[in-house]
Antibody
């Protein structure tokens, strides 16, 4: 059974940092592209970042470029999101999401499995 | 303001058919990029409903169908059921932003 479990969320002050993790199981993690998607309270979904299966190709939404860093450790079956210079508008539930193996690039990306999400609250 | 535009809400009675539109532009849906749909029940993570414009993952009832034409896409739900009450999101790729996946603003479906 495919499982994605996020952790690392919490309350952080503006300007602070946080590192989110996503533990994957039930599939060959190293073969799959992954993304982070967030959802502000009461709002819609917003794509945050993409990483290829090897980690060699990375993309970011303009809203987080230069502040967030996506990475993965295929040996540990884990996906990460390092978030720096956090702002109030970064407050959201952050989901890790798997891209099915049939996708050949970010252009065709969609998400077949999602984690349960971890809440990040940026507030003083 | 989302790149893909969806109606904020739609409603229908049990057994009826409803459609949810997703309107884009020449840099996303109109450029030929696929549209995908997700269902989000209250308090849960999104679930893939339709991929590649009109394909259903295994386990998704055939009451759900998707289509795409020009710069728009649509999700149709027939035989509406109470458990269909949820938020629905379309998603695609936009070439005007560097490597950007984009979502619609979401549509709240209310089953009357």
């Amino acid at each position: 059974e495919v499982q994605l479990v996020e952790s690392g969320g919490g309350l952080v002050q503006p300007g602070g940092s946080l590192r989110l993790s996503c533990a994957a199981s039930g599939f060959t993690f190293s073969s799959y592209e992954m993304n982070w998607v967030r959802q502000a309270p009461g709002k819609g979904l917003e794509w945050v970042s993409y990483i290829s299966s090897s980690g060699s190709t990375i993309y970011y939404a303009d809203s987080v470029k230069g502040r967030f860093t996506i990475s993965r450790d295929n040996a540990k079956n884990s996906l990460y999101l390092q978030m720096n210079s956090l702002r109030a508008e970064d407050t959201a539930v952050y989901y890790c999401a798997r891209v099915p193996s049939s996708s050949w690039s970010i252009i065709s990306n969609y998400f077949d499995y999602w984690g349960q999400g971890t809440l990040v609250t940026v507030s003083s | 303001q989302s790149v893909l535009t969806q109606p904020p809400s739609v409603s229908g009675a049990p057994g009826q058919r409803v459609t949810i539109s997703c309107t884009g532009s020449s840099s996303n849906i109109g450029a030929g990029y696929d549209v995908h749909w997700y269902q989000q029940l209250p308090g849960t993570a999104p679930k893939l409903l339709i991929y590649g414009n009109s394909n259903r993952p295994s386990g998704v009832p055939d009451r759900f169908s998707g289509s795409k034409s020009g710069t728009s896409a649509s999700l149709a739900i027939t035989g509406l059921q109470a458990e269909d009450e949820a938020d629905y999101y379309c998603q695609s790729y936009d070439s005007s932003l560097s490597g950007s996946l984009v979502f619609g603003g979401g549509t709240k479906l209310t089953v009357l």
